[in-house]
């Protein structure tokens, strides 16, 4: 049997942002993307965790450098 899927091939990447540490609390939502990108075959470029994330912060550590691998990920696949 085949699977017919509009997501076939597409590039398709997971951005969390959490306001807990990563550990304990990304798992069941990557568990999840996995699943998806292999039931839709869609081609996973990578899963980003961005933890201890608050809308109070004004200033945040995460810098030009991890958007940019970002970028670089899908340019790449």
Do not use: W
């Not at 990578?46 to 933890?51: Q, R, V």
């Amino acid at each position: 049997m085949e699977i017919q899927s509009f997501m076939k091939g597409k590039k398709i990447g997971l951005l969390v942002s959490c306001q807990g540490p990563e550990e304990n609390n990304t798992e069941l939502i990557k568990a999840q993307f996995d699943k998806f990108c292999e039931s839709s075959l869609a081609q996973c470029f990578g899963k980003y965790i961005f933890p201890l994330c608050s809308p109070e912060r004004t200033n945040s550590f995460h810098s030009y450098d991890s958007f940019q691998k970002i970028i670089n990920d899908f340019l790449n696949i």
